[in-house]
């Protein structure tokens, strides 16, 4: 072997352990940390969490029982509310329904709108931070709520987690169960059925939700019925189960 044949497959196997170093280095101390997606799969099968915004996230019956005077009478207020929204489909003015709302289970139009102006003092539920920081850097987060836009937003704003997406009706046109709720925000997640999990707070955003072929975790606080043909997959009440299921 030549000299200069020699010095070739010394400057090879350097370069190679040079280039296999360099890797190793890459990998330890500049390794970036991303969101899960098919590149950076963890042991979950999603990739995206789903949130219903009002009962999912926040305890909105608590200040709806106070502001109509009572448990039952906020349930009742609630409970229609809900009915109203579910069953509508088209959009119709947030705020109007609240006070239809309040009109037909017996209270007066003064609830629904102290109701709207103290919309500043729902609060999340105790455990939603917590939840949400453990997983919020491996799955992309995203709201869909019945909301109006404005509602929607100052609701969002009381919870410490920037959410990567958000959709309200009032966006969509259409409440949910309508598919176009689901439908739109698993577009901007750029992510479909079977990559997510919803986060249903009633029994109408679990039909709809199981109906567009997702898994959905039933966050029943308050221990509302289901006697729906579609079952969740989680039922829970509270939300500290689903660290569990996603890791």
């Not at 207020?77 to 329904?97: G, P, S």
């Amino acid at each position: 072997m030549s000299f200069f044949d020699t010095l070739t497959e010394i400057k090879a196997i350097v370069l190679f352990f040079f280039f296999n170093i360099s890797n190793v280095f890459l990998y330890v101390f500049i390794k970036p940390v991303s969101k899960q997606g098919p590149e950076n799969m963890n042991k979950s099968k999603y990739d995206a969490i789903i949130f219903d915004l009002l009962t999912g996230l926040i305890d909105s019956w608590s200040l709806w029982n106070e502001i109509a005077g009572s448990e039952s009478k906020g349930r009742d207020w609630r409970a229609r509310y809900l009915q109203m929204t579910y069953n509508t489909f088209e959009y119709k003015k947030y705020e109007d329904l609240v006070l239809l709302s309040a009109q037909q289970t017996g209270l007066k139009n003064t609830n629904a709108f102290k109701l709207i102006d103290e919309w500043h003092r729902l609060k999340p539920w105790p455990d939603v931070s917590m939840v949400l920081n453990k997983i919020k850097n491996n799955f992309l987060l995203g709201v869909a709520t019945n909301c109006s836009i404005q509602k929607g937003n100052e609701a969002i704003g009381l919870i410490d987690v920037k959410f990567d997406f958000t959709v309200t009706a009032e966006e969509v046109g259409f409440y949910k169960p309508h598919p176009d709720m689901y439908n739109c925000i698993l577009k901007k997640m750029n992510t479909t059925p079977s990559r997510a999990l919803f986060i249903a707070g009633s029994p109408f955003d679990v039909q709809g939700a199981k109906s567009m072929g997702m898994d959905v975790y039933w966050h029943n606080r308050v221990g509302l019925s289901h006697s729906n043909e579609k079952k969740a997959d989680y039922v829970e009440k509270s939300l500290e189960k689903l660290i569990e299921i996603l890791t």
